[in-house]
């Protein structure tokens, strides 16, 4: 299994980013997709997650603010971030769970500027 995330970038705070992550490989349809994040001197933290049957969670730092969706015909998890904020500054992480395994994406930098 392998996942390949992107989308990541700088932008102005107030602004918008959306990034994708695509699996492949044996995917069971059974699963959970996420992102975390891991800012310089911080732990990862997780950023939102959603399962195959569209149930999502979000920390309570991105509510209101970040939307998590999936297209299960392409394996592919998506984070629309808006409203950003510097404190979002971060290298963002996707990750596969099923059958209890994790599965992690390469990181993708994300930049907000004040």
């Known amino acids: 299994v392998q996942l390949q995330a992107s989308g990541g970038g700088l932008v102005q705070a107030g602004g918008s980013l959306r990034l994708s992550c695509a699996a492949s490989g044996s995917i069971f349809r059974v699963n959970v997709m996420g992102w975390y994040r891991q800012a310089p001197g911080k732990q990862r933290e997780l950023v939102a997650a959603i399962t195959s049957a569209d149930i999502t969670m979000y920390a309570d730092s991105v509510k209101g603010r970040f939307t998590i969706s999936r297209d299960n015909a392409k394996n592919t998890v998506y984070l629309q971030m808006n409203s950003l904020k510097p404190e979002d500054t971060a290298v963002y992480y996707c990750?596969?769970?099923?059958?209890?395994?994790?599965?992690w994406g390469q990181g993708t930098q994300v930049t907000v500027s004040s």
């Open positions: 990750k596969l769970e099923m059958h209890s395994i994790h599965y």
